[in-house]
């Protein structure tokens, strides 16, 4: 029956998708959805019509709760939540204004995403009630109205909407972040642009297939390991660069004796000094070094280096990080580019 209320409790952590039929009328829907702010109720009203893109099933999701919006928030000190609803960068419109309440989220500020694009939510609400939200809001519109020491935004269409505190006396946006990356093949990153001072900046590096990200820094200096790194940004500018690694295949040895034969594309200058970027860690991160490995070339190969376990063994059972700095030079005079390391675990 299309005319029998439905409810959906939602645990956090959970997507979820609700059908409707395009184009006919859908019953009352209460939607609730556990997150660390609390329940957040999603009310849509019986008679409801909803459209999308062309194509569109009727298929759209149901709120996902996180604490990371997809663009930055100019003006946010701080993201309280970020409430997912419908499709992808695809607008779900309703033909009635549909009601989010937001636990606890009174007086702050509210807005949404689509396309990468953040448009705020300016529009209050004479009151809490279907009939006002239906009347006052236009056709894709929305608006915000505070119910108690709640938020509730009535909206005519879903997306990415985003709770947010904004900072105290805002200047002008006048500083920027900067994005680099140490290997442009490696990765991309977003988050980059011109904001106010004292913003919640948030930045992203994807690395690209056969490479990982590895940290962010600045000026030499480590920041984060975490590909997503958010801080609030000062009064100055910011030039953050993504550190990716290039990772080869993880390897199996059973021959504890053998040594690891790396081969490259062109001749590799023999000298020790240039042999000294290659090493053999027990740590991911190249930190500590396996004392008494030897570093040679192989006799009538000069593209092919040799890795010689210490004592002439690796340890049964140990794992080991073969990694070559980017200094690492050929007689081309063309140097490696960027940190490669390659797991290798004896058996």
Same mark, same amino acid.
């Given at each position: 029956?299309? #005319?029998?209320? @439905? ?21 009352? @829907? ?29 298929? %759209? ?9 997809? @663009? ?11 409430? $997912? ?31 990468? $694009? ?25 608006? *915000?109205? #505070?119910?108690?020491?709640? &938020? ?18 805002? *200047?002008?946006?006048?500083?920027? $972040? ?16 011109? %904001? ?5 900046? /948030? ?19 480590? !920041? ?5 790194? +958010? ?5 100055? +500018? ?9 990772? %080869?295949?993880? !390897?199996?040895?059973? #021959? ?8 490259? +594309? ?32 192989? =006799? ?9 376990? =210490? ?12 990694? &070559? ?6 007689? &081309?005079?063309? /140097? ?12």
């Amino acid at each position: 029956m299309h #005319d029998v209320p @439905v409810s959906i409790s939602i645990p956090p952590e959970v997507e979820a998708t609700i059908e409707v039929t395009p184009g006919s009328t859908m019953p009352q @829907v209460n939607i609730n959805s556990s997150t660390a702010l609390g329940i957040v109720e999603i009310q849509i009203p019986e008679g409801t019509i909803a459209s999308g893109p062309d194509g569109w099933d009727g298929t %759209f999701k149901l709120p996902t709760i996180s604490n990371q919006p997809s @663009v930055n928030i100019n003006g946010a000190s701080q993201v309280n939540t970020v409430i $997912v609803l419908g499709l992808e960068d695809e607008q779900i419109s309703f033909s009635q204004a549909v009601r989010i309440l937001i636990p606890g989220q009174a007086q702050q500020q509210v807005g949404y995403i689509r396309n990468g $694009v953040f448009t705020p939510i300016t529009r209050i609400l004479s009151a809490d009630r279907q009939d006002v939200a239906d009347s006052e809001i236009p056709a894709d519109g929305d608006g *915000k109205i #505070d119910v108690d020491s709640n &938020l509730a935004v009535w909206t005519k269409h879903f997306t990415e909407f985003v709770i947010y505190t904004p900072i105290s006396n805002p *200047k002008p946006a006048s500083y920027t $972040v900067s994005l680099s990356s140490n290997y442009t093949k490696a990765g991309t990153v977003s988050g980059d642009g011109t %904001f106010y001072g004292g913003s919640l900046i /948030t930045v992203r590096a994807k690395a690209q297939s056969g490479y990982v990200f590895d940290y962010w820094s600045e000026n030499g200096s480590m !920041l984060s390991r975490n590909s997503v790194y +958010s801080f609030n940004l000062g009064e100055s +500018s910011r030039q953050l660069q993504a550190n990716f690694v290039r990772e %080869f295949q993880e !390897l199996s040895i059973t #021959d504890a004796t053998k040594p690891r034969i790396i081969t490259f +594309s062109h001749p590799v200058l023999p000298d020790e000094q240039n042999l000294g970027n290659i090493y053999v860690a027990t740590d991911i991160n190249g930190d500590n070094k396996v004392e008494g490995v030897i570093v040679a070339g192989v =006799p009538g190969n000069n593209c092919q280096i040799s890795v010689k376990p =210490p004592d002439g063994q690796w340890l049964s059972g140990a794992s080991y990080y073969l990694i &070559l700095e980017p200094g690492l030079q050929s007689a &081309l005079n063309k /140097t490696l580019g960027i940190r490669t390391r390659m797991k290798f675990t004896v058996e």
